[in-house]
């Protein structure tokens, strides 16, 4: 029997799929679930999204230019130039997802062995990325009790080597809500432009920053032109995480061109899908208004019950739709599986997303979970109530 | 200034991205150009496709499970009984194309440096999935005076070293419209289990077959499961290029538990183009004895016009909708340029991709081009006379 490779073998397993069947489980003796662990926003998709689907008169499902349809890069840099960030279509090349661009990105400027810098806790799939790249993630730690802030320059400069070719970071961040301020962004760049490194930017949150604080993009910060990359994603902000639709910009041809390579390999990204992204573009600023609306209420409900729990530490998210929890628990796993399998408050329980696989330092993290308040405020309420219920009998 | 990676600068470029100045530069000057060039056919995609993503009632454009909804990979499976190879749905990873079916397969049996065997001709993307997952391409070559039979045994077991860890063969073959017969499949059999290797077979154009010859699939041969990978899309099969939906088929379970990994990462494939791929499950049969009785005709006028032109080789296809043709030139690169840029009959010239990108063996198939018969017959019959015309003129 042939053998699977190294790269196979080290592949991280999602830290939600491991609980799958427990939730099954739940499921099978007729629980209910409060789903805290997931990114599928709740949200309505714009109703302009759906339809473009409906009315286009294709007869064919062709292809599309692999760095996407003219069409509609023109009008992501029109939706940029809103945000005022001035690029044009030459520096945007439409992906298969935020995932997509982050593939294209790290292969366009590491080789095998490099390593990029990336503040911790962060999204568990850049595990994913790095070893299917080949790349290793050096981790900067930021603390909860920090509320997760930028760490000290000095502790990246500590970290850099002649291997060291990008910086990533997720603003506003999954999984902390973390929103890096002007001041955090220009400090990174300092560092990359000392160090001549690529700064990654993961902006798939950016309309969601929260009690008035307007999020800083790394394209904004001049001078940045040669380091700065984008990644961005309709999934999120048009609450379309199955159309696969995301973007990787920058203002560096020779990163436009590589990346390009990678595009024309695969073709093309979905052409349906784009017609949907395009035409969400249009959607009214009324909908995002609602949509911040509706998450700063849940994320005021949400914090201020989990401030009840004692023992229990939260940092407030400034954006997305995440915060990191710190429970008075050895093992968030445990914790996790047991909440599924053998506990309930009336027959309900909940799925949170236990915080190890959000680190890539050993061992850190382990008392931490993710959540996601992508549920109305009552479920919300019900599930802090069920957590709160759940840490007074837990035994780990 | 940061620099790209190695990596990055060894992608290759499509082969016909090169052209594309050319050709807009002759649209400029008002020329008609019959696109020889492409893969995407003309033909309409089925109605009960486009329509299933009009009738459609979601209210959000959700993830689907990372290795495709339960539904469509059931269907799936039974399309497959259909076709005499018995498999369900845990054997079945969908992925956004056959595109991301191979990138998965090369990362779930390769290791950086590993090597993996490829009968050349072969399509050009293995070169960029290849350089992507860090691999490198063993070509054995294939002869258009074999009309690019299998090579001997002997010829594929020379090149094994202990790095080998796949063979992959593309049947029916693009560019070469070769279509392997049990018994080559066998020879292959027999090879991957004697030295332990995975045999990966690009099985997209399968309903192409002509000449009533049947398709046979690695998946059909006995004693093979550990062994064999089906990469498929929907792509040609249903017209539906832009869909970007395929699977990667296996009965082996630990190269499906690690593709999982890496579809896990990427989060889910297109939902949009599932729901459409999963309505073209339905397609009737006479959809395709339509389709497979034009390309057929396509054929036979194609290669019996440029069978009249002096000089010129050619290898009869017995399936997808390419050949590859041999022209008394030096260099299609430069011939490929010089029809676009300074050749036309009556304002009408013709755009062909050269076959030296379908090569990893340096300066082999110089002299070749391939050709997509997907036009419709009387201008594939203006589009050979244009070529015919031009090979009186052209001096290299």
Same mark, same amino acid.
Request: charged content about 25%.
């Given at each position: 029997?042939?053998?699977?490779?190294?790269?196979?073998?080290?592949?991280?397993?999602?830290?939600?799929?491991?609980?799958?069947?427990?939730?099954? &489980?739940?499921?099978?003796?007729?629980?209910?679930?409060?789903?805290?662990?997931?990114?599928?926003?709740?949200?309505?998709?714009?109703?302009?999204?759906?339809?473009?689907?409906?009315?286009?008169?294709?007869?064919? &499902?062709?292809?599309?230019?692999?760095?996407?349809?003219?069409?509609?890069?023109?009008?992501?840099?029109?939706?940029?130039?809103?945000?005022?960030?001035?690029?044009?279509?030459?520096?945007?090349?439409?992906?298969?997802?935020?995932?997509?661009?982050?593939?294209?990105?790290?292969?366009?400027?590491?080789?095998?062995?490099?390593?990029?810098?990336?503040?911790?806790?962060?999204?568990?799939?850049?595990?994913?990325?790095?070893?299917?790249?080949?790349?290793?993630?050096?981790?900067?730690?930021?603390?909860?009790?920090?509320?997760?802030?930028?760490?000290?320059?000095?502790?990246?400069?500590? &970290?850099?080597?002649?291997?060291?070719?990008?910086?990533?970071?997720?603003?506003?961040?999954?999984?902390?809500?973390?929103?890096?301020?002007?001041?955090?962004?220009?400090? *990174?760049?300092?560092?990359?432009?000392?160090?001549?490194?690529?700064?990654?930017?993961?902006?798939?949150?950016?309309?969601?920053?929260?009690?008035?604080?307007?999020?800083?993009?790394? +394209?904004?910060?001049?001078? *940045?032109?040669?380091?700065?990359?984008?990644?961005?994603?309709?999934?999120?902000?048009?609450?379309?995480?199955?159309?696969?639709?995301?973007?990787?910009?920058?203002?560096?041809?020779?990163?436009?061109?590589?990346?390009?390579?990678?595009?024309?390999?695969?073709?093309?990204?979905?052409? *349906?899908?784009?017609?949907?992204?395009?035409?969400? +573009?249009?959607?009214?600023?009324?909908?995002?208004?609602?949509?911040?609306?509706?998450?700063?209420?849940?994320?005021?409900? *949400?914090?201020?019950?989990?401030?009840?729990?004692?023992? +229990?530490?939260?940092?407030?998210?400034?954006?997305?739709?995440?915060?990191?929890?710190?429970?008075?628990?050895?093992?968030?796993?445990?914790?996790?599986?047991?909440? &599924?399998?053998?506990?309930?408050?009336?027959?309900?329980?909940?799925?949170?997303?236990?915080?190890?696989?959000?680190?890539?330092?050993?061992?850190?993290?382990?008392?931490?979970?993710?959540?996601?308040?992508?549920?109305?405020?009552?479920?919300?309420?019900?599930?802090?109530?069920?957590?709160?219920?759940?840490?007074?009998?837990?035994?780990?």
């Amino acid at each position: 029997m042939p053998n699977i490779s190294n790269k196979g073998l080290s592949m991280p397993q999602s830290p939600i799929r491991k609980l799958v069947p427990y939730a099954e &489980l739940a499921y099978s003796k007729g629980k209910t679930v409060y789903h805290l662990n997931i990114g599928q926003p709740d949200i309505k998709t714009p109703q302009i999204a759906m339809d473009a689907v409906k009315v286009h008169s294709l007869d064919i &499902l062709a292809y599309t230019r692999s760095e996407g349809s003219d069409e509609y890069r023109t009008k992501i840099a029109n939706y940029y130039s809103k945000h005022d960030i001035n690029i044009t279509k030459h520096d945007i090349i439409v992906t298969t997802g935020g995932s997509e661009a982050l593939l294209f990105a790290f292969g366009s400027v590491m080789d095998t062995d490099d390593e990029i810098i990336i503040p911790e806790p962060f999204y568990a799939n850049y595990n994913g990325f790095s070893t299917a790249s080949g790349v290793k993630i050096v981790p900067v730690i930021s603390k909860i009790e920090d509320n997760f802030a930028l760490p000290p320059i000095e502790e990246f400069e500590k &970290l850099i080597t002649p291997k060291t070719k990008a910086i990533l970071i997720c603003n506003p961040g999954n999984p902390t809500g973390y929103l890096y301020s002007k001041e955090e962004i220009k400090k *990174l760049a300092a560092i990359v432009k000392k160090h001549d490194l690529f700064l990654i930017a993961d902006e798939v949150y950016r309309e969601f920053a929260y009690d008035g604080i307007k999020h800083y993009s790394i +394209l904004q910060e001049e001078g *940045l032109d040669e380091h700065a990359i984008v990644i961005d994603s309709v999934s999120k902000r048009y609450s379309m995480c199955g159309a696969r639709i995301g973007c990787l910009v920058s203002r560096n041809k020779a990163v436009i061109a590589t990346a390009l390579k990678f595009a024309q390999a695969r073709l093309s990204p979905p052409t *349906l899908a784009q017609i949907a992204s395009e035409a969400a +573009l249009d959607t009214p600023q009324s909908y995002f208004d609602d949509v911040i609306n509706e998450y700063v209420k849940r994320r005021n409900t *949400l914090i201020s019950e989990l401030k009840k729990i004692e023992g +229990l530490k939260v940092a407030t998210p400034k954006g997305a739709f995440y915060c990191i929890v710190e429970l008075p628990v050895k093992n968030s796993d445990d914790f996790a599986q047991w909440l &599924l399998e053998s506990f309930d408050v009336n027959g309900e329980t909940v799925m949170v997303a236990p915080a190890g696989g959000f680190y890539s330092s050993p061992g850190v993290g382990l008392n931490q979970i993710r959540i996601a308040y992508v549920l109305k405020e009552e479920s919300l309420i019900k599930a802090v109530h069920i957590l709160k219920e759940a840490l007074k009998v837990y035994q780990d």
